[in-house]
């Protein structure tokens, strides 16, 4: 089957608009910390609801898709989520700030399982190749959410954040007018060969699945902290440019968008799993060095960090909806969901390491997390047999 790129491109697109607001909130916490006058752990907080509501969540709505195309999703979703952060800046009250955040999070939760189940419609015979077309959209939209925030708030101050609501609307429209190429026939391709007879997974499947979502909490653990901590290194402990931390947050993301779009060939032809293996070994040794370094080699290194580690981000939703082929809604909302937003729970424990032991020991602590995920990696049994596939 050959790869549809005009349909991945524009729902890659969508995916770039929508994940833009969940790249901007990291980058956003000192900002909200000083106007609120929050603690660390309280800040992270904030992030902890940003992604329960945003992906924690998303396995429902993989439910949803899985039982109906739901389309109205992909033209609706961006705009929701647009118009949560948009108007975040113009609240002064930590628990409507809160209910805000998890609008936003709705949006993004809502738009990702119909999004990737549609794009894997498109993707052709290679998987992870066809998805991270679609993915690299959504990297994209982390990694230029927190220069795009942060340059708003620098210039215009918190209500500034007002004009992330132009993206959304641009992007609904947009999809509204090409809704017609996403018909609900384009469904029918999901489900892979034999796929329909499958009532069960085999117990070496579900436990190959709960390892790979464990795998991915670790890999997401790492991302957030970064994003998350590489503003509080740079604004609240090192006393510096906002604009500097934010560039250096989106160097990490967009590196890690390219790094998709190399990494997902290079997958298909080692092997997914032994691919995701090595991107988590290389990630410690190099933050190390970007710990200890400075000007444009912390750039360099950093970089490549995100190359590395990011460019896993669609063959672990390949390798999920390898050993979930009947549900690949559910199987997408479980790693880019449930995976990254418990992920995203680590912030919070990171959060209250910083407020006992200062930022740095947080920054050292996030050292370890890639290697356990490089560990758990070892255990997976991918790909699944011919027999317990169906």
């Known amino acids: 089957m050959k790869m549809n790129k005009k349909a991945l491109a524009i729902l890659s697109a969508g995916h770039l608009v929508t994940d833009l607001n969940q790249g901007a909130l990291p980058a956003l916490l000192p900002f909200f910390k000083e106007a609120l006058q929050l603690s660390y752990t309280t800040a992270g907080m904030i992030l902890l609801f940003g992604n329960i509501s945003s992906s924690v969540i998303q396995p429902a709505f993989g439910y949803l898709s899985d039982k109906k195309p739901q389309r109205w999703f992909l033209p609706v979703t961006p705009l929701i989520a647009c118009l949560g952060m948009a108007i975040s800046g113009f609240i002064h009250n930590y628990l409507l700030l809160l209910a805000v955040v998890v609008v936003t999070g709705i949006g993004i939760a809502s738009f990702h399982p119909e999004a990737y189940k549609t794009a894997y419609a498109f993707t052709g015979d290679k998987k992870a190749t066809g998805m991270s077309i679609f993915s690299v959209g959504g990297n994209l939209g982390m990694g230029l959410g927190p220069i795009f925030a942060v340059s708003l708030v620098t210039h215009l101050g918190l ?56 795998t991915v909490i670790f890999r997401t653990w790492t991302q957030l902290g970064l994003v998350t901590y590489i503003p509080f290194y740079y604004i609240n402990y090192l006393k510096g440019d906002p604009v500097y931390a934010g560039m250096l947050t ?129 255990l997976i049994k991918y790909p699944p047999k011919k027999q317990e596939i169906g």
């Not at 992007?171 to 009532?199: C, N, R, V, Y």
């Not at 947080?362 to 356990?372: E, G, K, Q, R, T």
Request: with cysteine; aromatic share 8%.
């Open 250 to 378: 989106s160097t990490f993301l967009i590196a890690g968008a390219v790094g998709t779009l190399i990494g997902a060939p290079l997958a298909d032809r080692w092997g997914h799993r032994n691919y995701l293996a090595l991107t988590l070994l290389l990630p410690s040794p190099l933050l190390l060095l970007f710990y200890n370094s400075a000007g444009i080699a912390s750039f360099l290194i950093l970089t490549l960090t995100g190359m590395i580690m990011i460019s896993t981000f669609s063959v672990t939703i390949v390798m999920s909806q390898t050993l979930l082929p009947r549900y690949l809604g559910m199987a997408s909302g479980l790693m880019v969901g449930f995976a990254v937003g418990t992920g995203g729970v680590g912030v919070t424990l990171l959060g209250t390491i910083a407020d006992r032991w200062g930022v740095p020991v947080a920054m050292n602590a996030i050292l370890i997390l890639p290697l356990i995920g490089f560990v758990l990696t070892l």
């Open 159 to 214: 209500p500034g954040t007002l004009w992330m609501i132009i993206p959304g609307i641009l992007m609904s429209g947009a999809l509204i007018l090409l809704i017609s190429w996403f018909s609900p026939s384009d469904h029918l391709t999901h489900l892979q060969p034999g796929a329909e007879e499958k009532h069960h997974l085999a117990r070496a499947d579900k436990i190959s699945l709960v390892l790979l979502a464990c």
